[in-house]
């Protein structure tokens, strides 16, 4: 379902004040989470996963047109002066209520 949402509402994409959108301070990994976008002008491309792959980059869901599709990539958009990082107003994780909750472990010692 969010592919098909991601294809229906990504495009060249200025925000306009009615958008529930909002600049970021920075693009730093302590301050972006999942699902928060990296944008500049003609491109929205936003986090799927808060864990980067191995070479320091990000996993990023994104359209790249009829060619590429709309898939995951790995991306240094952070890297990149040309974009922002936005967050939706009122965005409820997927994980909520239990996005904090870690799963209890019971630990036996011999």
């Not at 944008?39 to 060619?67: F, W």
Request: proline share 8%.
């Amino acid at each position: 379902m969010l592919l098909a949402l991601w294809r229906i509402r990504h495009g060249p994409h200025s925000p306009v004040p009615s958008e529930p959108f909002y600049k970021l301070p920075n693009k730093l990994s302590t301050t972006t989470i999942y699902m928060d976008a990296f944008a500049k002008d003609g491109h929205v491309a936003m986090l799927y996963s808060e864990s980067g792959s191995s070479l320091g980059l990000d996993y990023m869901i994104e359209a790249r047109g009829d060619a590429y599709g709309t898939n995951v990539w790995a991306e240094d958009y952070r890297g990149d002066s040309d974009y922002i990082a936005l967050r939706r107003e009122g965005w409820t994780p997927d994980c909520w209520p239990h996005c904090q909750a870690q799963p209890s472990r019971v630990i036996s010692l011999p």
